[in-house]
């Protein structure tokens, strides 16, 4: 069941009710008996603690694409994707083995190097690539 209780400061009604809407005694009336300025009563537990109720988070909605997007990946490969798959990696794993095969250093620290070493295109920090005026 449900509580209801006025919250406001220097209410003298202090009583529960199973019922919600206005306090009586906070509320302010006009002479013809029109709410002026209403004080809604707060939901309370039986012992009269107020009942915070968390906010509602909106998100966006789901449109058709993001319902299909979803859908999609969501989908096993079939067998021919997956031997299409298989050979893709495949095909990545022997180019990265060629790639790091010609990049072997040419020159160790206890050799000397190779003169096509010498000219590389890294440069040491400061030194220019044209002349200097």
């Not at 006009?30 to 107020?50: E, H, I, L, W, Y």
């Not at 079939?78 to 794993?93: I, R």
Request: charged share 35%.
């Amino acid at each position: 069941m449900k509580f209801w209780k006025c919250t406001e400061e220097g209410c003298k009604d202090d009583k529960t009710y199973n019922y919600k809407g206005l306090c009586r005694e906070c509320t302010e009336y006009d002479d013809a008996g029109n709410v002026v300025n209403p004080v809604k009563r707060v939901q309370v537990s039986k012992n009269g603690t107020v009942i915070v109720k968390p906010e509602k988070v909106m998100g966006r909605a789901v449109t058709l694409q993001d319902f299909k997007t979803f859908r999609r990946s969501q989908k096993r490969l079939t067998k021919k994707q997956m031997k299409a798959l298989e050979v893709a990696q495949k095909h990545a794993a022997a180019q990265m083995k060629e790639a790091q095969q010609a990049q072997k250093p040419c020159c160790s620290s206890d050799e000397e190097c190779e003169p096509e070493c010498e000219t590389s295109p890294i440069m040491p920090i400061g030194e220019s690539v044209g002349e200097e005026e």
